[in-house]
């Protein structure tokens, strides 16, 4: 008996309705389906503009999507929400640093201990350390303040970043005016501040101050603003120009030094940890009440960036140094007279070297296997040279980027001693050049099987040659 013939598949999968079970579907309601058309149409629209406009990230709008710039910039230039922007940004990173320090100065105020202290030292000093986080430099004592502390300077990154996202508009206009709204923010800071400020530096000190401010604030509005994949898109045309090698080799360079960056950082925590007892030792040495313990916690977490840069340093072998005539070293150490600052308690002691920490350089080497690893995954290489010289580049690019973490990380902290502060910038770079590099080689290139082929025919030839030559003797 044969089966009956199978409906049309159309008519199988056709949906039913759950009221009446047939199988024609309910209509959509028309302003729906017009609501939908006008949302498919808004993306066509911001893709168009994306495109057009290279590397601006899309503004975001529509139902559930609050745009980036509204209220008080809807209907004026575009311009205007990037001053908003810039302006905003370095108010909140100023604020964040002042208000503990208020906070404390009115905690304090009824004690007659402080009835010498009015409220506006306190704030010169939030603003005094502001400035410092944005390149400034001061007089201190008869020395000069140079150090830069690098937690002002992410703070400050990250606060023109989000203030950015959530108020510019994704223009180039917009960019620029905010630049000129966070420097004229800073130049009234400087101001307020005075001869206390960088003001009282000299010349050398306001343009250090003006190129610092405005590379973080190009650095953090850029960044809210610029989309990744935009950006990328955008300097296309540049480095596209590179040879493939060379832009493989200064990847895997990156991704070195960011692995050693993240080991600096461990060994940080890990210092951290192995000296609480001494920086405990301070803080009760210090006596401190309120208003210092604040001003001492904000100084603290200001500096504890730099702390990570001192330990790249000690990480490639050169060391660091926390004034003159002072080494900090996986094999030697040479202490001396500390500023009273409880973080620098957790500095390695004498008699701490040698041992285990004599290897600490090894850790750039494998930062170095990885970046090699990566180089083997990703590099087709064609010659024989190309993985060597991939490897090369790689060291070249992790040495560069850890030059300039130390360069960041140093500096003077004020007169005599104190003018010393870090690691040599030339040492440290040379050394995480080398050691990435044979890293990188050691995994990079015996992996690599156009050289894995060439050696096998170099030595047949040198076989023969040897073959040849005894024959004929």
């Given at each position: 008996?044969?089966?009956?013939?199978?409906?049309?598949?159309?008519?199988?999968?056709?949906?039913r309705?759950?009221?009446t079970?047939r199988?024609?579907?309910p209509?959509?309601p028309a302003?729906?389906?017009?609501?939908?058309?006008?949302e498919?149409?808004?993306d066509?629209?911001?893709r168009?503009?994306?495109?057009?406009?290279?590397l601006?990230?899309?503004?975001?709008?529509?139902p559930?999507r609050?745009g980036?710039?509204g209220?008080?910039?809807?209907?004026?230039?575009?311009?205007?929400?990037?001053?908003?922007a810039?302006?905003?940004a370095?108010?909140?990173?100023?604020?964040?640093?002042?208000?503990?320090?208020m906070?404390?100065?009115?905690?304090t105020?009824?004690?007659?201990?402080n009835?010498?202290?009015?409220w506006?030292r306190?704030?010169a000093?939030?603003a005094?350390?502001?400035?410092l986080?944005?390149?400034?430099?001061?007089?201190?004592?008869?020395?000069s303040?140079?150090l830069?502390?690098?937690?002002?300077t992410v703070?400050?990154?990250?606060?023109?970043?989000?203030s950015?996202?959530?108020?510019?508009?994704?223009?180039?206009?917009a960019?620029?005016?905010?630049?000129?709204?966070?420097?004229?923010?800073?130049?009234?800071?400087?101001?307020g501040v005075?001869p206390a400020?960088?003001?009282?530096a000299?010349?050398g000190a306001v343009?250090?101050?003006?190129?610092?401010?405005?590379?973080?604030?190009?650095?953090?509005?850029g960044?809210g603003m610029?989309?990744?994949r935009a950006?990328?898109?955008?300097?296309r045309p540049?480095?596209?120009r590179?040879?493939?090698?060379?832009?493989?080799?200064?990847?895997?360079?990156?991704?070195?030094?960011?692995?050693?960056l993240?080991v600096?950082?461990?060994?940080?925590?890990?210092?951290?940890?192995?000296?609480?007892?001494?920086?405990?030792?301070v803080?009760?040495?210090?006596?401190?009440d309120?208003?210092?313990?604040?001003v001492?916690?904000?100084?603290?977490?200001?500096?504890l960036?730099?702390l990570?840069?001192?330990?790249v340093a000690?990480?490639?072998?050169?060391?660091?140094?926390?004034g003159?005539g002072?080494?900090?070293?996986?094999?030697?150490?040479?202490?001396?007279?500390l500023?009273a600052?409880?973080l620098?308690?957790?500095?390695?002691p004498?008699?701490?070297?040698?041992?285990?920490?004599?290897w600490?350089?090894?850790l750039v080497?494998l930062?170095?296997?990885?970046a090699?690893?990566w180089?083997?995954?990703?590099l087709?290489?064609?010659?024989?040279?190309?993985?060597?010289?991939?490897?090369?580049?790689a060291?070249?690019?992790?040495?560069t980027?850890?030059a300039?973490?130390?360069a960041l990380s140093?500096?003077?902290?004020?007169?005599g001693?104190?003018?010393?502060?870090?690691?040599?910038?030339?040492?440290v770079?040379?050394?995480?050049?080398g050691l990435?590099?044979a890293g990188?080689?050691?995994?990079?290139?015996?992996?690599?099987?156009?050289?894995?082929?060439?050696?096998?025919?170099?030595s047949?030839?040198?076989?023969?040659?040897?073959r040849g030559?005894t024959?004929?003797?």
């Open positions: 008996m044969s089966r009956p013939p199978v409906p049309p598949a159309r008519a199988a999968t056709r949906p309705t759950a009221a079970g199988g024609t579907p209509a959509a302003p729906r389906a017009a609501g939908a058309l006008v498919r149409w808004r066509v629209v911001d168009g503009r994306a495109r057009a406009g290279g601006l990230r899309r503004s975001p709008s529509g559930g609050p980036r710039a209220g008080a910039t809807d209907g004026a230039p575009r311009w205007v929400s990037g001053l908003l810039g302006a905003q370095a108010l909140l990173s100023f604020l964040v640093v002042v208000v503990p320090t906070a404390a100065y009115v905690a105020s009824a004690d007659p201990a009835a010498e202290i009015g506006p306190s704030v000093v939030g005094v350390l502001w400035l986080g944005h390149g400034a430099s001061v007089d201190a004592g008869g020395g303040v140079t830069v502390p690098l937690g002002m703070l400050a990154v990250f606060t023109a970043a989000a950015a996202r959530r108020t510019a508009r994704p223009t180039r206009s960019w620029l005016a905010g630049i000129g709204g966070y420097l004229a923010m800073v130049g009234v800071v400087a101001l005075g400020g960088p003001l009282g000299g010349p343009v250090r101050l003006v190129v610092g401010a405005g590379l973080v604030a190009a650095v953090g509005l960044s610029i989309a990744a950006l990328r898109e955008a300097t540049a480095w596209s590179l040879p493939a090698i060379a832009r493989v080799g200064g990847t895997a360079g990156a991704i070195a030094a960011s692995s050693l993240a600096a950082a461990l060994v940080t925590a890990a210092w951290v940890l192995m000296g609480r007892a001494a920086t405990g030792d803080v009760a040495a210090l006596g401190l309120v208003f210092g313990g604040a001492l916690a904000v100084g603290q977490l200001a500096l960036p730099n990570v840069g001192w330990s000690w990480l490639a072998g050169p060391g660091f140094a926390v003159a002072t080494v900090w070293s996986p094999g030697h150490v040479v202490g001396g007279p500023p600052l409880p620098l308690g957790a500095l390695p004498e008699g701490a070297e040698g041992g285990a920490a004599r600490a350089p090894l080497v930062c170095g296997a990885l090699g690893w180089l083997h995954r990703t087709r290489t064609s010659r024989v040279w190309e993985a060597p010289l991939a490897a090369l580049l060291g070249v690019t992790a040495g980027l850890a300039v973490a130390t140093g500096g003077s902290a004020g007169p001693r104190l003018a010393v502060v870090g690691g040599s910038v030339a040492l770079g040379l050394a995480v050049a990435v590099l990188a080689f050691l995994v990079a290139v015996p992996g690599d099987p156009v050289v894995r082929g060439g050696v096998r025919r170099a047949r030839s040198a076989w023969a040659a040897i030559t024959s004929h003797g």
